[in-house]
């Protein structure tokens, strides 16, 4: 009969359970998302951040600028030009006209390439906007 058990007891039903099929489920589900979850991050940009020891705390952003070392602007991870950075801001500010921004920007780059890049995001229509730092934890404020 179908769901007994072949044998001496032709009572008994089957109860035991097999779990290696919703194991296998379990772990190909598992790897399907590990394999996602590499793509959806973003890759970060090495940037060497300058220290100071009174940087306040991380702000969530909507923009992310980045200045590398060899001079290059990278907005949310992308190579732009300046222009094109006013184009963005220009475009998403009405949608959100409490936009964030975070500049950061290599030790070596020229101060007056930083200073540029604020310009341009503040009369891009950016109000809020944070450079980033590394802190300094040997120097106590």
Do not use: H
């Amino acid at each position: 009969m179908a769901g007994m058990r072949s044998g001496g007891d032709d009572d008994d039903i089957i109860s035991d359970i097999n779990v290696t099929p919703f194991v296998d489920v379990v772990l190909v589900l598992l790897i399907i998302f590990m394999v996602t979850s590499a793509a959806i991050v973003r890759a970060s940009i090495e940037v060497e951040l300058p220290k100071a020891a009174s940087g306040g705390q991380a702000v969530e952003t909507t923009l992310n600028i980045v200045i590398t070392k060899e001079g290059e602007l990278k907005l949310n991870g992308l190579d732009v030009t300046e222009e094109k950075i006013v184009a963005y801001i220009e475009s998403k500010i009405e949608a959100d006209p409490k936009m964030q921004a975070v500049i950061a920007a290599d030790k070596g780059v020229e101060y007056g390439r930083v200073v540029r890049i604020i310009d341009v995001v503040k009369t891009s229509g950016v109000r809020s906007f944070a450079l980033n730092i590394e802190r300094d934890i040997q120097r106590k404020p």
